[in-house]
């Protein structure tokens, strides 16, 4: 069967490809597609026949070209070889607890409150209630896909009386095969009071293309906190599509940091919706991109109830001839009055053939409202370039050192110590490497 | 005698189509205090920007010798290696860049070129204590991004800090009285005195004398309409205080 497909594949369109896959995909469930799962799954192959796979006259996907990445002909992730996770899983150890998830699949967890979604779905758990209501199919050709291929990723509750420990997931996809496309569905609960950071990273094994298409459905409580680390920092091989979507009770707080620094077709969705009066979120973005890199951050703050606050931040370094998009949408429902939001987006743009595409989209259905943004685009300032080289610094020192200043305004966020100084360490050395070209 | 530091011949200078400087002529020797006036508008800020090495200024004619070389074949980043330093007008604020990097990235790139090593941590905060103590800087400048947020004042000494810390054999203070109350003032030339040394030259460009009652000068210069009109000893600038510019003025149609 696998023989066949492979062999077919290639003349195959991406979307006639992708029901080829997600055929076999049922079939190789072995009658185990059963339940809420295959309920979610059939819908989302619906949904994606339906919507298609989104192309550049999307005006969502207008600068991202979908279709360009699927021309490198993913396989779904059939294989796991749990072994390859173990040197990745020991380079970030000391951030937290580290939960491996290798080509969508989770390898055996035995931290206690974290569960694998593929062994919870039989049972009568009440996490897997809120699944597929966060994030849904519907009218998402994203989530659509991610659903089709619903399989496995993390689950966790984290109450007041859970650990600390931030949460590392870490995708792994292995390409020693080939080509290959995974689909993980992740699920976090904060409840009432409690506190939680979750950290996501992404590394390629093997030197075939990668693409992750991660959905995560994350619900925070009342006066809960969540923290969400993306450290997108792996090699030009790694793609990733990410959807996060977030739902905030009343007073609860969300700050979500975006590092976007390494990798080659980047698309993150972040999704906060304030849905109890009082709730905050902040988001933050940094994008460094050279080579032919594209970074696209479609964001959504969407302010649902009346009293919630929200501050967004995305700053981008784009050289060579990369692309950075930002699409920045803040909703603001008609009952949603004493909303505060603030969105903010600055790029530097160092090369003549790089380019940032960057769109706010304010849509505001009330009045008592206080909504602004901002937005920048620019070349390093020179009267400060002129200030350092007077001092004896050179033209490229002085660039390293005013680009890092500019990058870790965004950095600083990072509250844990040891993520912060290796992003920076990255930080530096890409800069230096500059120096030294 | 040794040789001079500094040796302009001639030098004419523009910004777009508006010529600036018309044929400037001027010698600073090793240890010696040169203070240029003039009225606004003459080319005191242009002849600062020239030498430090500002882009948008077009040499047109004359040249400029620093220590021998020539000056205006060098980068900016180079004259501060030879050992250059201009005290801005308006310094600049960096945001996110805090006084301490700065000041050591730029202490070890001109101690690599004098062949040093760069200083440990250790060291550069005792050199940084010890300059700063001189124009009264509080140590929490250090980790405060450089000039943000800085008053007028705290940014002029901020200025002569940076001299202090990098030890030029030439410094150029532009204006470095504009902004600043007389205790300010006083502060900012204790620090300058102090760094005056046999090896050392400044050159002060003021409007006012105010500056050269504490700075004292060994030779005065009257710019006028991008040229050098008048020289003479610090009583020039007393005599400019009395009689006004339009004093010098007169004696610039006269000699024209």
Known sequence: MMTTLEQTSSNLSPLERIYAEHRYFIESLNGHNQGKLSHLRLRGIE?????????????????????????????HARWVDESVASHIVSQFSQWGTVVPVVNGRLVASTAPGIFSLKEVASSDNQLVQ????????????????????LEDGVVVRIDQHSPKDPIIITSVLDTRQGNVMAHERHLVEVAPGGSATVVFVQRTVGDGEALLNQVLECWVGENAQMLILIVQDGTANSHAITTHEIELASNARLQMVTVSIGGGFIRNMPAARLVGEGA???????????GTMLVDHHTVVDHRVPSCTSNELYKAILDGRSMGVFNGKIFVRPNAQRTNAYQANRSIVRSPRATINAKPQLEIFANDVRCTHGCTVGRLDKEAMFYLRSRGLSPAEAEALLLTAFAEEITAQIPIESIRAHVNATIEHLFHADELA | MKAPILEIRNLHARVGDNEILRGVDLVVYPGEVHAIMGPNGSGKSTLAAVLAGREDYEVTDGEVLFDGKNLLELDPEERAREGLFLAFQYPVEIPGVSTATFLKTALNELRKHRGLQPLDAMEFMNLMQQRAALVKIDPAFFTRSVNEGFSGGEKKRNEIFQLAMLEPRLAILDETDSGLDIDALRIVADGVNALRSPDRSFLVITHYQRLLNYIVPDVVHVLYRGRIIKSGTKDLALELEAKGYDWVKEFAEVTA
């Open chain 1, 130 to 149: 809120r699944l597929g209501t966060i994030a849904v199919s519907e009218g998402n050709a994203i989530v659509a896909w991610n659903t089709a291929f």
């Open chain 1, 47 to 75: 949904e994606l026949q339906r919507l298609g796979i989104p192309t550049v006259r999307h005006e969502e996907w207008k600068y991202t070209n979908l279709y360009s990445l699927l021309a490198k002909q993913f396989a």
């Open chain 1, 280 to 290: 905050h979120a902040e988001l933050y973005g940094l994008t460094i991109a050279d």
